[in-house]
């Protein structure tokens, strides 16, 4: 069959055998078990794919594609999306504190949590856009597979996808029978995940799917004082699901989700020496001096905590009409998060700061899509608006010990404020103590979203071998955003600073009431003239993304590609800096390549180059060289070159190995950062190298049952060093301890499968190398009170998992 008819078999609903994309995960392998009960090599699996909006062959997509199946969730026992970036070569993504996750593809990320700021990598579930910040990055629930799309998507998934695109597709009820499943997994820390699911067919047309997943553990750190556990899991989800048919040619689907979070927030620990008191740390601290975080014991004295709770719900209505299929995809998002972490590392309150953010978000969806298909064109068209609500408080807390610490340590008030006011009061028997005493700053802001969008994309198959594609989407932005940031709130203190001012005292030390009333942490220039005033602004941006490919099948099993592609991330304001806006982030990506398939040594390698320019990038940062750390906002232009490769050979019945990697380099191409450094040229911090690599096998036992064995390694190449690494803790080595450096991960498992399918277990082991890493600093304390806390990655975890199926 020609590629052309292939194509057009596809989109009336028929697959035939294909190859992974360009950087491609390992696909499922069909295997057969012949009669003779040798082991004889076979075809690599079918995989269709939604990429282009449109059911296809992963053969037949010219995206730099890479496919994660529900075998390798089960493989690495992957929780949600941060257990499975390390073996998707080019993307990184931090998801220790679950409520702020980042995402970072071929070196593009959004370095910014506030509101106003869009994400650059987007992620979508059944084709519904997640959203931001804490509502992203949620547990897995009945997950099918993970399409990762490297590159700027703009023309095909529309806003906030400058980097590429996610694309998690979920399981949907059959009626064609009833079916169960439930896994408990039993792991080191007392770690007990349990995953449920009922199908239930209550018509040849309808039927019913129910999920439920619960997920605690002890964690792996505790208190060297108190014994606590800090780092723990508390989290449950659930699904409800019913899809039916009307007459022939309608499909209504319709889904709810509700997650609750409950648990401790990321664990900080001390990475610089605390002298006993009177001495303090240096301030500001000195990076040469840093400790070894895997060698200093855990102390906190901050209530640090973190939580969620989301609900989603989702309509999907299919109609055919011969002509071409329509889908009306509507949905809703609401959820409210949490998230407190300690700062400095340590149960000293005269060194105590933590950071908090909370926000609450709604949103809602609705797309309409027109699809079809002629002998000539495959057509994709359609719009869609999105609306979104969220307010969000960003929060710094103290104590008025840290404060005095803090007033000390920049000449202020030589011994602090507080501690002697209360020492000099309580000598004449006046019975105040403004010791201990909570210290609140924080910045408060609201959004309201609404985003319109139109767009087209059509395939014309100029013969049996060339394809021309074109996409176009036009997209409005509408913001409107507020900013309000008053003084610090200290309740407990300005009662007892009242009663001071009362009766006198104040006045007899010579020590006015308005001087004991003061920020520390919300001082640039826009928020100290602002303080108690409401700011609005109000914007609107447009923009049209293109999208131009040609691939042509040189035979069967060789298809070259050349892409030229527009993604931007939308226009919006700086949550942390009055006033402060920006327009749309553009990255225009030009992409080559080929995918090739032996079928005879069932081998397949596939490779592609890139090139992109990133403009107009946005990024927040914690300035660290002023007396007082203070919040700036920077822009920068980039560019990068890469190259994506994989290869994949099933060797036997049984074996399989596969292979991916990326090379890029990412430069600033214009960039002076706000201390006035000029880092055009420079690195931006992003790895050249990644990749992994994995091998299966599966021992066949006839009625015994089977065993299947997987090992999966990964690495993720050390930071590419700049000017401006030093001064934000970024890249490099400090002392004892290294930021940014080479990372690896080793997974395995093994696991027993009944012959019926019924019944299963196994073993297995994640960070097998146990590994551990700076995930970040916590550095609001680094220059006013010498302190500098360090959250660290997992180390080593395992388990035994049990499984039933009917």
């Given at each position: 069959m020609s590629p052309r008819k292939s194509r057009l078999a596809i989109s009336l609903g028929r697959a035939l055998s294909g190859l992974a994309f360009t950087a491609a995960m390992p696909l499922a392998m069909a295997q057969q078990t012949p009669a003779t009960g040798a082991q004889t090599a076979v075809q690599l699996d079918t995989i269709t794919v939604t990429a282009q909006s449109r059911e296809q062959e992963l053969q037949d997509v010219p995206i730099a594609l890479q496919v994660v199946t529900e075998q390798l969730l089960d493989d690495v026992a992957a929780e949600n999306l941060g257990d499975i970036d390390s073996f998707v070569p080019g993307l990184q993504i931090n998801s220790l504190q679950p409520t702020q996750p980042s995402f970072q593809l071929r070196g593009i990320a959004t370095d910014d949590f506030g509101i106003g700021t869009d994400p650059a990598v987007g992620v979508y579930v059944d084709g519904v856009y997640a959203g931001r910040g804490g509502g992203v990055l949620l547990p897995f629930t009945d997950v099918q597979r993970i399409e990762v799309l490297k590159g700027p998507q703009g023309t095909l998934f529309g806003r906030n996808t400058?980097?590429?695109?996610?694309?998690?597709?979920?399981?949907?009820?059959d009626a064609s029978g009833n079916a169960a499943r439930g896994k408990l997994r039993l792991g080191n820390d007392n770690k007990t995940y349990f995953e449920g699911m009922a199908n239930v067919a209550v018509s040849d047309d309808s039927a019913f799917r129910f999920n439920g997943i619960f997920n605690t553990s002890d964690g792996w750190v505790r208190d060297a004082v108190t014994g606590e556990d800090l780092a723990p899991q508390d989290?449950?989800?659930?699904?409800?699901?019913?899809?039916?048919?009307?007459?022939?040619?309608?499909?209504?689907?319709?889904?709810?989700?509700?997650?609750?979070?409950?648990?401790?927030?990321?664990a900080t620990v001390g990475v610089v020496p605390v002298p006993a008191l009177p001495a303090l740390p240096t301030a500001p601290a000195?990076?040469?001096?840093?400790?070894?975080?895997?060698?200093?014991?855990y102390m906190t004295d901050a209530p640090d905590a973190e939580w969620r709770t989301f609900d989603g719900a989702t309509l999907i209505v299919d109609h055919n009409f011969g002509w071409g299929s329509l889908t009306s995809t509507t949905a809703w998002h609401d959820y409210d998060s949490l998230n407190r972490v300690e700062e400095d590392g340590t149960n000293r309150s005269y060194l105590y700061v933590d950071s908090t953010?909370?926000?609450?978000?709604?949103?809602?969806?609705?797309?309409?899509?027109?699809?079809?298909?002629?002998?000539?064109?495959?057509?994709?068209?359609?719009?869609?608006?999105?609306?979104?609500?969220?307010?969000?408080t960003s929060e710094v807390n103290a104590l008025t010990d840290s404060v005095d610490t803090i007033?000390?340590?920049?000449?202020?008030?030589?011994?602090?404020?507080?501690?002697?006011?209360?020492?000099?009061?309580?000598?004449?028997?006046?019975?105040?103590d403004l010791t201990g005493l909570p210290w609140n700053e924080k910045f408060v802001n609201t959004l309201d979203t609404k985003a319109y969008a139109a767009f087209g994309d059509a395939i014309w198959h100029v013969n049996d071998k060339l394809n021309l594609t074109f996409g176009l989407r036009y997209t409005r932005d509408e913001k409107d955003f507020t900013w309000f940031n008053d003084l610090r709130s200290a309740p407990e203190l300005d009662a007892q600073l009242a009663l001071l001012d009362r009766i006198g005292f104040l006045d007899a030390i010579g020590v006015p009431l308005e001087s004991l009333v003061f920020d520390v942490a919300f001082i640039d220039p826009p928020a100290v003239m602002n303080k108690g005033v409401l700011n609005r602004a109000k914007k609107s941006w447009d923009d049209w993304s293109p999208r131009f490919v040609v691939d042509y099948h040189f035979t069967d099993d060789l298809m070259g590609f050349a892409s030229l592609a527009k993604g931007y991330k939308a226009g919006g304001f700086n949550a942390?800096?009055?006033?402060?806006?920006?327009?749309?982030?553009?990255?225009?990506?030009?992409?080559?390549?080929?995918?090739?398939?032996?079928?005879?040594?069932?081998?397949?390698?596939?490779?592609?180059v890139f090139y992109y320019a990133y403009d107009n990038r946005q990024a927040v940062t914690l300035d660290m060289t002023t007396e007082i750390p203070r919040?700036?906002?920077?822009?920068?232009?980039?560019?990068?070159?890469?190259?994506?490769?994989?290869?994949?050979?099933?060797?036997?019945?049984?074996?399989?190995?596969?292979?991916?990697?990326?090379?890029?380099?990412?430069?600033?191409?214009?960039?002076?950062?706000p201390q006035g450094v000029d880092l055009g040229g420079q690195p931006t911090g992003a790895p050249e190298w990644s990749f992994a690599g994995g091998v299966n096998y599966v021992w066949r036992m006839?009625?015994?049952?089977?065993?299947?064995?997987?090992?999966?390694?990964?690495?993720?190449?050390?930071?590419?060093?700049?000017?401006?690494s030093v001064s934000v803790l970024g890249c490099g080595r400090f002392g004892q301890v290294e930021a940014g450096e080479a990372q690896e991960l080793l997974d395995a498992r093994i696991g027993w499968t009944s012959a019926a399918g019924h019944w299963g277990v196994a073993v297995y082991g994640n960070n097998l190398l146990d590994n551990q890493y700076v995930n970040t600093f916590g550095t609001y304390g680094m220059t006013v009170l010498g302190t500098v806390g360090a959250r660290m990655t997992q180390p080593r975890t395992y388990g035994v998992e049990l499984s039933a199926n009917f």
């Open positions: 400058a980097a590429g695109a996610i694309s998690i597709i979920t399981n949907r009820p989290n449950w989800a659930t699904r409800a699901a019913f899809q039916t048919r009307f007459g022939d040619n309608t499909r209504a689907y319709i889904a709810w989700d509700h997650e609750n979070l409950d648990q401790r927030g990321q000195d990076p040469d001096s840093f400790l070894d975080p895997l060698s200093q014991p953010n909370t926000e609450s978000n709604t949103n809602f969806y609705q797309e309409f899509k027109f699809t079809g298909s002629t002998d000539r064109v495959d057509w994709v068209a359609g719009a869609s608006y999105f609306q979104e609500e969220a307010d969000q007033a000390n340590n920049l000449g202020l008030a030589p011994g602090g404020l507080f501690g002697p006011l209360t020492a000099v009061a309580n000598m004449f028997d006046i019975p105040v942390l800096q009055i006033g402060s806006e920006f327009e749309n982030e553009d990255v225009w990506n030009f992409e080559s390549g080929f995918k090739h398939s032996l079928p005879e040594y069932r081998l397949a390698y596939n490779a592609s919040f700036v906002v920077n822009t920068s232009d980039q560019e990068a070159w890469g190259v994506d490769f994989d290869v994949r050979w099933q060797a036997t019945d049984g074996l399989g190995f596969d292979f991916n990697a990326e090379y890029l380099d990412s430069t600033y191409k214009k960039y002076v950062n006839a009625d015994a049952g089977d065993v299947r064995a997987a090992m999966r390694y990964a690495y993720v190449g050390g930071c590419r060093s700049n000017d401006e």
